[in-house]
């Protein structure tokens, strides 16, 4: 089959190999993983977007056919597991962390450090890093050195970031895995900026927002929804796969209700908030997704 007859006919390829992956049969498993990591490679005449636009895509519509909560769940589970013998499971994770290290190195990633950092946050999220340190152990010399390229990359574009984004001249390194750390290294950079009181300000009202579980969908949507404004903001011409941020309804949550009771608010429009339209335009606003009560946000 040609590059381009596989690129006409994704995502359903990319789905089926994805489904592939999540077998119970290694051998296919291992195969279908190779596949995706070799489209990563693969680029057709007539397709704009490229061999890992087209792997984030089907990564991303198989989400909820497979039950995950994010992308990558099933791959990260994966790394983790234990299979028949010692050589399957050192294979199968082979070749998942060459996927993960193709996506990585390919395409948007290729062009942005922020994209890297994008993708490579969701697999933090999932706690890769554990997973990998307790896989180094064992691993073979192939699979040590896609574990050390994950890791080296990281170093490098974590560095690159602290240096882009620090205004004041200090080197210290900043450890994006402590949400003190970056909140501390956010104040110091807004130090001596009018950015700072929407920061402060951003910190307050994520105080009073509960963390119980009702609440959890709604940490969710911050998450997306920042993700996405940040992704239009920094990136020209590049944008997530990721699918349009998880449909909540609204009024179910205490804060629309104190929004309709009050009829507004700090700002905030209450019909725009249970289903009125806003302004088509800009990267972050809801459009017709913002119906019956919930509220959502177009595809990135």
Known sequence: MAVGDVFQNLPKFGLFCIACASTTNVKLQIAAIEILSGLCF??????????????????????????????????????HREFHSERETDRLRTSIMSLLNALLRTGQAEESTEFRLHLRYELLALGINEVLENCRGEASPRLADHIELFEMMRKEDEMSLSKK???????????????????????????????????ISLLQHLFMVPSDETHIPLWRLFDLVLQHICLQSTLTGISDVQKGLPTIDMADTPFTRRVRASGEGAGVDAASVEGGEEEEGGGGGCGDDCENGKLSLKNA
Do not use: I, Y
Request: proline share 5%.
């Open 42 to 79: 693969a680029t057709a005449a007539d397709d704009d977007e490229g061999g890992p636009t087209r792997v984030l895509e089907a990564l991303t519509e198989a989400t909820k056919p497979l039950g995950e909560r994010t992308r990558f769940q099933r791959l990260v589970d994966d790394l």
């Open 165 to 199: 984004r620090d205004d004041s001249g200090a080197s210290s390194p900043v450890d994006f895995e402590s949400p003190g750390g970056m909140a501390e290294a956010l104040a110091a950079r807004l130090s001596n900026s009018v950015a700072l009181n929407h920061f």
